[in-house]
């Protein structure tokens, strides 16, 4: 059993695709925290799901905690989890194949949050790119950690 847990977040738009993510993610022996949403509501407003997700990765000191969201397009859900210190969600709505910048937002920015267009792409497409981001670390070099630690403080 892999010790790192994964929160999840979805809207409506994102459900079906979470709940497919969810059952493949502990096939693979994640642990995962579900914050919402539990049953599909269409008129249901993601940001408090998003605000769950960020919340528990803001107060992970050590910066290990990663959450994937889902939503149509993943663009409000990054935004609204970006809102919260020391999160830094990044956005992916396909393409598989581009499989460079799934790997990018873990070695030089150390995106701690994936944020998915679930209305973009297939389960199976996103399952490969979840995996990628799961498994790339952060590079640690300099440079990319002098950015993000400038990103971290704004003020």
Do not use: C
């Not at 000191?61 to 989890?81: D, H, N, P, R, W």
């Not at 709505?93 to 973009?120: C, M, Q, W």
Request: charged content about 25%; overall charge negative; glycine content about 8%.
């Amino acid at each position: 059993m892999k010790t790192q847990t994964i929160i999840l977040a979805s809207d409506h738009a994102g459900f079906e695709l979470k709940e497919a993510v969810k059952s493949h993610l502990i096939s693979k022996g994640y642990q995962i925290l579900d914050v919402g949403a539990h049953e599909l509501v269409p008129e249901d407003d993601y940001p408090q799901y998003m605000i769950a997700a960020a919340m528990k990765v803001a107060a992970d000191l050590k910066g290990e905690t990663k959450a994937i969201l889902f939503g149509k397009s993943g663009q409000g859900e990054a935004m609204v989890a970006n809102r919260f210190p020391g999160v830094r969600a990044v956005v992916w709505y396909g393409d598989p194949t581009r499989s460079t910048l799934v790997k990018l937002t873990r070695e030089h920015n150390d995106a701690n949050i994936l944020s998915i267009g679930a209305g973009f792409v297939t389960a199976d497409e996103a399952m490969k790119a979840i995996e990628l981001w799961l498994t790339t670390p952060f590079s640690g070099e300099e440079k990319h950690q002098r950015r993000i630690s400038q990103i971290d403080n704004i003020e």
